[in-house]
Protein backbone atom coordinates (compact mmCIF):
# COMPACT_ATOMS: atom_id res chain seq x y z
CA UNK A 1 0.00 0.00 0.00
CA UNK A 2 2.52 2.62 0.97
CA UNK A 3 4.30 2.10 -2.41
CA UNK A 4 1.02 2.95 -4.21
CA UNK A 5 1.07 6.41 -1.90
CA UNK A 6 4.37 6.73 -2.83
CA UNK A 7 3.16 6.67 -6.09
CA UNK A 8 0.84 8.90 -6.07
CA UNK A 9 3.06 11.79 -4.34
CA UNK A 10 6.18 10.89 -6.85
CA UNK A 11 4.13 11.67 -9.81
CA UNK A 12 1.93 14.06 -8.65
CA UNK A 13 5.42 16.09 -8.05
CA UNK A 14 6.36 14.90 -11.21
CA UNK A 15 3.13 16.00 -12.89
CA UNK A 16 3.50 19.17 -11.18
CA UNK A 17 7.00 20.24 -12.30
CA UNK A 18 5.89 19.00 -16.07
CA UNK A 19 3.04 21.07 -15.60
CA UNK A 20 4.42 24.23 -14.63
CA UNK A 21 7.19 23.77 -17.20
CA UNK A 22 4.82 24.01 -19.89
CA UNK A 23 3.14 26.72 -18.38
CA UNK A 24 6.16 28.68 -17.91
CA UNK A 25 7.38 28.12 -21.35
CA UNK A 26 3.76 29.53 -22.30
CA UNK A 27 4.63 32.75 -19.69
CA UNK A 28 1.03 31.68 -17.97
CA UNK A 29 0.32 32.73 -14.54
CA UNK A 30 -1.29 29.55 -13.64
CA UNK A 31 -0.84 27.12 -10.51
CA UNK A 32 -0.96 23.45 -11.44
CA UNK A 33 -3.84 21.89 -9.32
CA UNK A 34 -5.51 23.34 -6.48
CA UNK A 35 -3.30 21.98 -3.98
CA UNK A 36 -1.18 24.46 -1.77
CA UNK A 37 1.37 22.05 -2.59
CA UNK A 38 3.47 21.19 -5.53
CA UNK A 39 1.36 18.44 -6.35
CA UNK A 40 -1.28 17.52 -9.44
CA UNK A 41 -2.67 14.28 -8.27
CA UNK A 42 -4.50 13.73 -11.36
CA UNK A 43 -1.32 13.00 -12.50
CA UNK A 44 -0.34 10.42 -9.72
CA UNK A 45 -4.03 8.70 -10.02
CA UNK A 46 -3.14 8.54 -13.93
CA UNK A 47 0.57 6.53 -13.29
CA UNK A 48 -1.19 4.34 -10.82
CA UNK A 49 -4.27 3.64 -13.26
CA UNK A 50 -1.17 2.64 -16.04
CA UNK A 51 0.57 0.56 -13.18
CA UNK A 52 -1.86 -1.27 -12.17
CA UNK A 53 -3.48 -1.85 -16.09
CA UNK A 54 0.22 -2.98 -16.70
CA UNK A 55 0.49 -5.33 -13.83
CA UNK A 56 -3.58 -6.72 -13.74
CA UNK A 57 -3.46 -6.74 -17.72
CA UNK A 58 -1.21 -5.91 -20.25
CA UNK A 59 1.67 -8.03 -19.04
CA UNK A 60 -0.85 -10.82 -19.17
CA UNK A 61 -1.46 -10.29 -22.56
CA UNK A 62 0.94 -12.47 -25.41
CA UNK A 63 0.35 -11.66 -28.25
CA UNK A 64 3.07 -10.27 -31.31
CA UNK A 65 4.84 -7.00 -29.78
CA UNK A 66 3.09 -4.62 -32.88
CA UNK A 67 -0.36 -5.81 -31.54
CA UNK A 68 0.69 -5.82 -27.85
CA UNK A 69 2.02 -2.31 -28.31
CA UNK A 70 -1.29 -1.26 -30.01
CA UNK A 71 -3.04 -2.23 -27.68
CA UNK A 72 -0.92 -0.55 -24.79
CA UNK A 73 -2.00 2.39 -26.53
CA UNK A 74 -5.26 2.14 -26.47
CA UNK A 75 -6.00 1.44 -23.24
CA UNK A 76 -3.68 4.07 -22.37
CA UNK A 77 -5.58 6.52 -23.79
CA UNK A 78 -8.75 5.85 -22.82
CA UNK A 79 -7.41 5.36 -19.19
CA UNK A 80 -5.91 8.49 -19.02
CA UNK A 81 -8.96 10.08 -20.96
CA UNK A 82 -11.69 8.78 -18.69
CA UNK A 83 -8.92 10.37 -15.73
CA UNK A 84 -8.62 13.31 -17.08
CA UNK A 85 -12.96 13.72 -17.90
CA UNK A 86 -13.14 12.19 -13.81
CA UNK A 87 -10.95 14.66 -12.53
CA UNK A 88 -12.01 17.62 -14.52
CA UNK A 89 -15.68 16.67 -13.15
CA UNK A 90 -15.06 16.52 -10.37
CA UNK A 91 -13.17 19.79 -9.72
CA UNK A 92 -16.14 21.48 -11.00
CA UNK A 93 -18.20 19.57 -8.54
CA UNK A 94 -16.50 20.01 -5.38
CA UNK A 95 -14.57 23.16 -6.20
CA UNK A 96 -16.62 24.58 -9.16
CA UNK A 97 -12.86 25.10 -10.37
CA UNK A 98 -12.14 24.50 -14.37
CA UNK A 99 -8.23 23.48 -14.36
CA UNK A 100 -8.44 22.89 -18.01
CA UNK A 101 -10.95 23.57 -20.81
CA UNK A 102 -10.74 22.39 -24.22
CA UNK A 103 -14.08 23.81 -25.99
CA UNK A 104 -12.33 25.37 -28.00
CA UNK A 105 -9.84 22.57 -29.30
CA UNK A 106 -10.45 20.75 -32.58
CA UNK A 107 -12.61 17.49 -31.38
CA UNK A 108 -13.44 18.34 -27.97
CA UNK A 109 -15.90 16.03 -26.05
CA UNK A 110 -17.07 18.44 -23.55
CA UNK A 111 -14.74 20.77 -21.55
CA UNK A 112 -12.34 18.28 -20.30
CA UNK A 113 -11.74 15.87 -23.09
CA UNK A 114 -10.52 16.52 -26.61
CA UNK A 115 -8.81 14.04 -29.10
CA UNK A 116 -5.74 15.81 -29.47
CA UNK A 117 -4.61 15.81 -25.78
CA UNK A 118 -6.07 11.90 -25.43
CA UNK A 119 -3.76 10.46 -28.24
CA UNK A 120 -0.66 12.59 -26.56
CA UNK A 121 -1.70 11.06 -23.06
CA UNK A 122 -2.19 7.63 -25.21
CA UNK A 123 1.37 8.39 -26.53
CA UNK A 124 2.96 9.28 -23.27
CA UNK A 125 1.56 6.10 -21.17
CA UNK A 126 2.62 3.97 -23.83
CA UNK A 127 6.06 5.09 -23.69
CA UNK A 128 5.88 5.27 -19.34
CA UNK A 129 4.33 1.39 -19.41
CA UNK A 130 7.21 0.57 -21.47
CA UNK A 131 9.86 2.50 -19.88
CA UNK A 132 8.98 5.03 -17.09
CA UNK A 133 7.58 2.19 -14.53
CA UNK A 134 10.41 0.38 -14.19
CA UNK A 135 12.87 3.21 -14.37
CA UNK A 136 10.80 5.50 -11.84
CA UNK A 137 10.46 2.70 -9.78
CA UNK A 138 14.30 2.35 -8.66
CA UNK A 139 13.54 5.95 -6.56
CA UNK A 140 9.97 4.98 -5.55
CA UNK A 141 11.57 2.01 -3.68
CA UNK A 142 14.23 4.42 -2.36
CA UNK A 143 11.41 6.53 -0.40
CA UNK A 144 11.50 5.94 3.26
CA UNK A 145 8.53 5.17 5.55
CA UNK A 146 9.07 8.04 7.86
CA UNK A 147 8.68 9.85 4.46
CA UNK A 148 5.68 8.55 3.58
CA UNK A 149 3.89 9.60 6.54
CA UNK A 150 5.12 12.89 6.73
CA UNK A 151 4.11 13.65 2.99
CA UNK A 152 0.45 11.56 4.09
CA UNK A 153 0.36 14.11 7.12
CA UNK A 154 1.39 17.34 4.69
CA UNK A 155 -1.07 16.21 2.21
CA UNK A 156 -4.10 16.14 4.61
CA UNK A 157 -2.95 19.44 6.11
CA UNK A 158 -3.19 20.44 2.24
CA UNK A 159 -5.96 18.95 1.57
CA UNK A 160 -8.09 20.40 4.97
CA UNK A 161 -6.21 23.93 3.37
CA UNK A 162 -8.12 23.98 0.05
CA UNK A 163 -11.57 22.46 0.84
CA UNK A 164 -11.49 25.39 4.07
CA UNK A 165 -10.49 28.30 1.45
CA UNK A 166 -11.50 27.00 -2.10
Do not use: Q, R
Not at 30 to 53: A, D, K, M
Not at 95 to 120: H, P, Q, R, S, V
Not at 128 to 142: A, H, T
Not at 150 to 159: A, K, Q
Amino acid sequence: MLYYINCLFFYSLLGFILESTVFKIKHVNIHSGIFYGPITEVYGFGVITLILLKKYLLDKIKCHKIFKLLITFILCTISLTIIEFIGGNVLKLLFDIDMWNYTKKAFNFGKYICLELALIWGALGTFFVYYGINFFNKFIKLIPKKLTYVLIFINIIDTIAVLITK
